[in-house]
């Protein structure tokens, strides 16, 4: 069981302290060493250079001195959309569980009206999520592509491929904005935001595919600091009206391609169980499932105007 280290007992009081540049590197290391258990979207080193970023409310649960969890929850940006994302809600004794929800859920914007966070398919900490009160909404599935040849990249006739840049901060939003208008979770992406996905130091190679003057779609790779070699993309989406045209396939390939020539020949990513197109693309790619995450969500806003 990978939560053998979870406590029923309660030898001592929880106590809530909010994360300060005091405690901040106790939270840090506590997302270090379990974020595999809860999800690692946002918990491998580089996601927490800047923590806490503006807009997350962000705590530890103190006992006897000694941190025995964490909880942060990402609302900027989220918020817009009425959500809230746990980068982390984890601890080692079941009582702070309830206790930093209480404390993040009392200090939520009144425009968040549900939270989420991913677990493993088949984590033990469902049982502890269902007392709390989440319930799965979805499933996502987690895909990867071994090191093999990629096919050679053909762009659609209607339109071209091109390497983004960071004057195509604006397209990007652009499209993702659309592409992802209706994903559960989706919140709207500025141009401030793509320059950062652009620029980030993890990114391998981004690009654009574009119909004239009109951007159609964006990818993008990172490597994947946590595995030698191994590279993910974390961006792959098309606007509704270019769909069917091949541009998908074709985003991708340059990504898998530009991954492979700069040394990280093997790719993973990541979708909803539920996008079929999605994933007769992937598996068509020399992708397969190789893990299952499940989103546990709540609904706050009766709570939260309750205190």
Request: with cysteine; hydrophobic share 45%.
């Amino acid at each position: 069981m990978e939560d053998e280290h979870l406590s029923r007992t309660s030898p001592s009081a929880v106590r809530i302290e909010a994360v300060t540049p005091r405690n901040r590197d106790a939270f840090v290391e506590w997302a270090i060493a379990h974020g595999a258990e809860h999800d690692d979207s946002y918990t491998h080193e580089p996601d927490l250079d800047m923590f806490p970023t503006p807009g997350e409310i962000a705590a530890l649960a103190v006992s006897d001195n000694r941190t025995v969890g964490v909880a942060s929850l990402m609302v900027d940006g989220f918020g817009e959309s009425g959500l809230g994302r746990f980068r982390i809600l984890h601890a080692a004794r079941v009582e702070a569980y309830a206790a930093l929800l209480e404390w993040v859920v009392a200090r939520v914007p009144a425009a968040v009206r549900h939270v989420y966070l991913f677990l493993p398919d088949g984590s033990a900490l469902g049982e502890t999520l269902e007392q709390l009160g989440f319930v799965p909404t979805r499933y996502a599935v987690i895909l990867e592509r071994a090191p093999a040849p990629v096919p050679s990249v053909v762009a659609p006739p209607t339109g071209e491929i091109r390497r983004a840049e960071a004057e195509d901060a604006q397209a990007w939003a652009k499209v993702v904005n659309s592409a992802f208008a209706h994903e559960p979770g989706h919140y709207p992406m500025t141009a401030e935001r793509a320059a950062e996905v652009l620029g980030d130091p993890r990114a391998i190679a981004s690009f654009v595919a574009w119909c004239g003057s009109e951007p159609v779609g964006v990818s993008t790779v990172w490597r994947d600091d946590e595995e030698q070699g191994s590279a993910e993309v974390v961006t792959l989406g098309v606007v509704s009206s270019a769909q069917g045209q091949g541009f998908g396939r074709a985003l991708l390939r340059r990504a898998l391609a530009a991954a492979a020539e700069a040394g990280w020949p093997t790719a993973s990513l990541s979708t909803g169980s539920a996008n079929k197109p999605a994933l007769t693309l992937y598996t068509s790619e020399s992708f397969r499932v190789v893990d299952k995450k499940v989103c546990w969500g709540l609904d706050v806003a009766p709570r939260a105007e309750a205190g």
